[in-house]
């Protein structure tokens, strides 16, 4: 009996390194010491600055009837970020910054008995800090090629004080150009909207193009399309003191509340 649990036993480490093997195989080909910084935005780049032209159609109560009405904005958007020193798999953690200003033109006639209107027009502003990990790196010749990122984040708004998540896949397609695409998610549960009850569950995807080489400052592009609703809880239902007096866990009633496209261009470095 005991020699066949030692035989056992053997068998199951043998088995055991088999697999770390084939693993450490598999893995072998993706790990390289990166001979140049890798940055949140771009791959190598640390930070964008972008002007952003962007068209808007929004809900309101106006009464019983829901209207629509249309905007457009214009403002400055920045995005900064770093991350920590480079390991050999380059799955790091790091810290990033947010910050938009301009203007915000969406606001419907009669704003003034609209308990929501009055906050979405004219000026605009947008503050985050989130903490992005990196889940994926491919490097060539020390360079990063491939990266895939998860970032969670906090800010506030001219709409909203906000958690969100978002996840990020970016490549090098040559020298000279990376493409990267983003998914943001605002959930409605963790947004509260200034002097309401509502919370606003919004997302967006956005794709983007960097042209120049790392080191330098290059030139970046984006097309962003964001969608969301707003979101409160069922009539009758307890509430509690935190996300403005609602429960989170109760906001079950959602309507269609904001579609919106932006462009983007400016510089990445």
């Excluded at 915000?104 to 027009?121: E, F, K, V, Y």
């Amino acid at each position: 009996m005991a020699l066949n649990f030692v035989v056992r036993a053997k068998r199951s480490g043998l088995a055991a390194l088999g697999l770390l093997a084939l693993a450490t195989s598999l893995i072998a080909p993706q790990i390289a010491v990166a001979k140049e910084e890798v940055g949140p935005f771009g791959l190598s780049r640390n930070g964008v600055v972008t002007g952003v032209f962007g068209t808007t159609t929004r809900n309101y109560q106006d009464g019983s009837k829901t209207k629509q009405w249309d905007g457009k904005q214009f403002y400055v958007n920045f995005e900064g970020g770093l991350f920590g020193k480079v390991s050999p798999l380059g799955n790091l953690g790091g810290l990033e910054l947010l910050a938009a200003m301009g203007y915000d033109g969406a606001t419907p006639d009669g704003a003034d008995s609209n308990p929501r209107g009055p906050l979405l027009g004219g000026f605009l502003y947008d503050f985050a800090v989130g903490f992005p990990v990196t889940l994926f790196h491919q490097f060539t010749d020390g360079k990063d090629r491939f990266q895939l990122q998860l970032s969670p984040g906090f800010g506030i708004s001219h709409i909203h004080a906000y958690l969100y998540v978002k996840t990020k896949a970016a490549y090098q397609i040559t020298p000279d150009i990376a493409a990267e695409v983003q998914w943001q998610w605002w959930p409605g549960p963790t947004s509260v909207m200034w002097n309401s009850g509502f919370g606003v569950n919004q997302q967006s995807v956005k794709g983007s193009v960097y042209l120049g080489r790392a080191g330098s400052t290059g030139l970046a592009v984006f097309a962003e399309y964001l969608t969301s609703e707003t979101e409160e809880e069922k009539p009758g239902l307890p509430v509690s003191g935190a996300f403005g007096g609602k429960n989170p866990f109760t906001r079950t009633e959602r309507s269609d509340y904001e579609k919106t496209l932006r462009l983007g261009v400016g510089a990445a470095f």
